[in-house]
């Protein structure tokens, strides 16, 4: 009697140590899956609603409020100038729109720098930033990078002229006079997206007001030049000045001093008929 206690006693201890070995197995895996699941967690990036196009809008094209969805956008990466409702995109009611400045595809989130302000076109005017002007200057194949100008650019603007310095004779010189300044329009276009190189007439750029009274001078006083600037360039040239006399490496004349003459004293005596000079020692001071 007592081995068949014994007997289901040590059957009994076995299975409660197994039932123990089982439950811990158990939660060992629970609490692993459970750190799994809290690092997948942390793996999501938060997303925000922001207003995207639903299809693609060419530049010109007017966008109105059936143009528009609403579309999640992870909030760590979200571009500067985004929309998030329709009231800040329409602030003055969906009869008046904005213009596309920049092309934008399927699903691509709206930014303020590729619309215009509300109710303004796509022209020129609706590019300027404030305080700014649009210029124009006159261009050829040569003094326009052969065409290769567009919108959106940055040029540095070179003058050429008579400098009119007595120091060279009057001779030609070539100036820097503005660096970095953006390009607005080539020729009637103000489309960015224009990849087309053609040889234009005329280039108009942003620049201020003291700029414009400073283009106007140059290109009424001689020619006007564009050098263009690398999208990744984002140094500050320098005061650039070349004339005939640096570009040849001549020499610029020199004033000839003329040695002063030696003063000479004489006084006059008559002999006879005649009157002769006899040279005598200068007094002295």
């Not at 692993?32 to 938060?46: D, G, S, T, W």
């Not at 400045?101 to 076109?121: Q, W």
């Not at 390009?183 to 007439?201: E, F, G, L, M």
């Not at 003063?263 to 005598?280: H, Q, Y």
Request: net charge negative; hydrophobic share 45%; with cysteine.
């Amino acid at each position: 009697m007592r081995a068949v206690f014994a007997l289901v006693l040590v059957a009994g201890l076995g299975l409660a140590g197994f039932a123990v070995y089982m439950a811990q197995g158990y939660f060992q895996q629970q609490r692993l899956e459970l750190q799994a699941q809290r690092a997948e967690m942390a793996k999501i990036v938060p997303t925000v609603e922001v207003l995207a196009v639903k299809h693609a809008m060419p530049y010109g094209a007017p966008i109105t409020p059936d143009d528009v969805e609403v579309i999640r956008y992870a909030e760590p990466f979200l571009p500067d100038g985004v929309f998030r409702t329709q009231e800040e995109l329409f602030p003055k009611g969906p009869d008046v729109t904005r213009v596309v400045l920049r092309p934008m595809e399927a699903k691509e989130p709206i930014l303020a720098v590729k619309v215009t302000e509300p109710g303004a076109d796509a022209g020129i005017t609706g590019r300027l930033s404030r305080g700014m002007r649009a210029f124009a200057i006159r261009v050829d194949a040569a003094s326009g990078v052969s065409g290769f100008v567009r919108p959106g650019d940055k040029v540095d603007v070179y003058w050429s002229g008579s400098a009119g310095r007595s120091d060279l004779g009057g001779s030609g010189v070539t100036k820097l006079i503005e660096s970095g300044v953006q390009v607005v329009a080539v020729d009637q276009t103000s489309d960015v997206s224009n990849s087309t190189a053609s040889v234009a007439r005329t280039v108009t750029v942003e620049v201020s007001p003291q700029q414009v009274a400073s283009l106007a001078q140059a290109q009424a006083t001689g020619t006007l030049a564009l050098s263009l600037v690398g999208n990744a360039d984002d140094t500050v040239a320098q005061a650039v000045e070349v004339d005939q006399a640096k570009l040849l490496g001549l020499q610029a004349p020199q004033a000839v001093t003329a040695a002063p003459a030696e003063k000479v004293c004489t006084i006059r005596t008559r002999k006879g008929s005649d009157v002769v000079e006899l040279p005598i020692p200068c007094p002295t001071n």
